[in-house]
């Protein structure tokens, strides 16, 4: 479901604020594209006020452990090379603050306790990488392959941490982060 308008003018498209429905939740949508001298460029902003446990994509489990809405907003842009591959880029932003979880720990958390999350994407049509934190001390860092089917080649989270953590030498995942019940987490 997408609904507003927008303009075609010599070879470039601008709209209007467009709202849609995406994973079972409002989204507000505005776009750009332009012929550039090298490439068709398209710039997308995104935003909304979600609540995780309606989306329809988490377990059963998980939604009962959830309350709450999450607001954030995110930008893309993708050059279209007119003699070499496309490229992205994605960044998105939002805070917690108004999620209240009851997931197991390092999981748990109160509503009313903030949580900035930022998530950033850049790739081209091989691969990306997605990295990104959570918190002051939360960062991870990953890379995607895309082929026959998408595939986590590689990726680190660290708790405790101050910056980006380098990618693991060899494909795998790498977590440091604090003691965790796995009972508690098998109970889900």
Do not use: C
């Amino acid at each position: 479901n997408l609904s507003g308008k927008f303009s075609f003018i010599n070879g470039d498209l601008q709209s209007e604020p467009l709202t849609a429905s995406w994973f079972n939740q409002p989204l507000n949508v505005d776009f750009s594209t332009k012929e550039g001298a090298k490439a068709y460029q398209v710039a997308v902003n995104l935003n909304g006020n979600w609540q995780p446990a309606k989306t329809s994509v988490l377990p059963e489990a998980v939604n009962e452990a959830l309350s709450g809405s999450v607001a954030w907003d995110g930008k893309v842009g993708i050059d279209l090379p007119y003699h070499a591959g496309a490229t992205y880029n994605v960044e998105m932003n939002g805070d917690l603050n108004n999620v209240s979880s009851h997931l197991p720990s390092p999981l748990a958390k109160p509503a009313g306790e903030p949580l900035a999350v930022n998530v950033k994407v850049d790739g081209n049509l091989n691969s990306f990488e997605l990295t990104g934190q959570a918190g002051a001390d939360n960062h991870f860092n990953s890379r995607w392959l895309l082929g026959q089917k998408l595939t986590l080649d590689r990726a680190i989270w660290a708790a405790d941490s101050k910056t980006l953590p380098p990618l693991p030498e060899q494909s795998g995942v790498e977590l440091n982060m604090p003691p965790m019940n796995g009972a508690e987490w098998l109970a889900l």
